[in-house]
């Protein structure tokens, strides 16, 4: 099975993603973004990417994925920048699957 990788954020943080093979799917606000997320997660998606400003305003859509390998979905930062809540996102998911904070010992 061929999988795909997707993003989702603002068009002008996911725009320049085609360019490397992603499907795009702008949105504008944590609504469309969800209803975004839950259609191409039955689809054929093994990473979905999702820009920091939507995922802070989503976080119950993103949990019902942190237990299921596919589709990955991971917090990246959008055109503003990273403010860390992605980082802060990885950071528990490897204290969850390892059981210790491994990467910043904090």
Same mark, same amino acid.
């Given at each position: ?7 989702? @954020? ?10 490397? @093979?992603?499907?795009?799917? =702008? ?20 990473? &979905?990417? &999702? ?7 989503? =976080?119950?859509? &993103?949990?019902?994925y942190?237990?299921?390998?596919? =589709?990955?979905?991971?917090?990246? =930062?959008?055109r503003? @920048? ?25």
């Amino acid at each position: 099975m061929d999988y795909r990788i997707a993003i989702i @954020g603002d068009a002008e943080s996911v725009v320049g993603f085609m360019a490397v @093979g992603f499907s795009v799917f =702008p949105a504008d606000d944590e609504e469309t973004a969800s209803r975004t997320l839950f259609k191409i997660a039955r689809e054929n998606y093994a990473v &979905i990417y &999702i820009t920091e400003d939507l995922a802070k305003k989503m =976080p119950e859509a &993103i949990a019902r994925y942190k237990d299921v390998p596919i =589709p990955a979905v991971i917090v990246i =930062p959008g055109r503003r @920048g990273s403010d860390g809540y992605g980082l802060f996102n990885v950071k528990k998911s490897v204290e969850r699957a390892v059981g210790a904070d491994i990467l910043f010992k904090d």
